[in-house]
């Protein structure tokens, strides 16, 4: 097998795995905040939805996870990581090079 190849397959897999523990995240999700929100309305003053404030900050979780997931990140985008590992990289060797001459 050539590398390339490996390294495809093992992006790919990691990438099914991102995909399946996000599903199982939602899936976890939305059977606790309904159980929350039947809790809610059948044991406490259904005037008040108090289950909304769990819902929403762990939505906010969620939609980070699914942003991350589904590569929706128009600030640190593949191209953005590649130029500032190419950035680290280049100032390194810059002081790799200024250290031989001390």
């Known amino acids: 097998m050539e590398p390339n190849y490996e390294k495809r397959y093992y992006e790919a897999k990691e990438r099914v795995k991102e995909l399946k523990d996000f599903y199982i995240h939602l899936i976890v999700y939305v059977l ?29 979780g969620i939609a980070f996870q699914a942003a991350n997931v589904f590569r929706i990140n128009p600030f640190f985008d593949k191209r953005w990581e590649e130029k500032k590992v190419q950035q680290y990289l280049k100032e390194e060797e810059e002081k790799e090079m200024q250290q031989r001459w001390e």
């Open 32 to 60: 606790v905040i309904g159980f929350l929100a039947i809790v809610n309305f059948v044991f406490s003053d259904t005037s008040y939805p108090w289950f909304l404030w769990p819902a929403a900050g762990w939505g906010i």
